[in-house]
């Protein structure tokens, strides 16, 4: 949110693909930020509404206690309420985190359908392995993450990630365009990019795209360039960039795979099924951002 602030004042162009704050393209949106990849607005609802019409009403969340972790844990309780389900319980845990023991006692103690995970990076690790140790799932219990990358997975493990689900912008083996890529990329890093490397390379494949067709990196005459080409990336389906900056697109419901279902390195994720973008985006005439038009 600072360097937004700051990309607002110089006038210059920023394009955010690992932050998921909502604020960036709601109240604290600019004319020269475009939020890419995904917002918390996003990932909760997609999965939240998923798992919700399956069946599991009953939901807990442990969330990690920051801002990110807040309005993950606020999102996913609206769309549960949303669409029928209840929150028995939430909880908060320190950044970095390295026990979750009490945490996961009450969620197990709650006899909620769905654990909801809502943190990020290594507290989201050390928190699905832990609901391992604890035989969450063997109790019935299910996890949920709210935000889990194909590299968290990989540290995990198969044997503790399966039967998580997710919702993810993108996923290497999506088609043969990222299949493509991702092979490029491999060779060079030893693994297909998560969705977070794949953004970047697509938001800044996008920029020069424009810098081309406009003749100027004038970031005015860029920004216009951008929201009225399409995004046509391999990595993006059906996604074009709203006045106030937030690139709409659709999404993928996914579970991680058992270990018995995978059948190559890095084949991690089931998709389950694609949720179309404009569910994933708060409407325009809800917004809190000064670019929207009501």
Known sequence: LAVQGIAREKKKLVLFSSPGTTALTQAQCSPYGVQWTYTTYALSRGTATAVVKEGNKRWFILASDYAFGKQ?????????????????????????????????????????????????GGDTISAIKQAAEFGIASGGQKLAAMLLLLTDVHSLGLQAAQHTYLTVPSYWDMNDGTRAFSKKFEA????????????????????????????????????????????????????????????????????????????????????????????????????QCPLAKK
């Open 72 to 120: 993950l844990a606020a999102d996913t309780e609206t769309v549960v309420k949303a669409n029928g389900g209840e929150v028995v319980g939430t909880v908060f845990h320190p950044l970095n985190a390295s026990d979750f023991a009490s945490f996961l006692l009450q969620a197990q103690a709650s006899k909620a359908q769905i654990i909801a995970v809502a943190n990020a």
């Open 188 to 287: 060079r890093l030893g693994r297909p990019p998560t969705f977070l490397q794949a953004g970047v390379y697509s938001s800044v494949r996008h920029y020069l795209r424009a810098v081309q067709a406009a003749g100027t990196t004038d970031s005015d005459a860029v920004m216009a360039k951008m929201k009225s080409m399409p995004i046509d990336d391999a990595f993006s389906l059906n996604a074009h960039i709203r006045e106030d900056g937030l690139v709409v697109r659709d999404m993928m419901l996914a579970q991680v795979k058992s270990p018995d279902q995978s059948k190559a390195p890095w084949d991690y994720y089931n998709i389950v099924r694609t949720i179309p973008g404009d569910s994933l985006a708060w409407p325009l005439s809800e917004s």
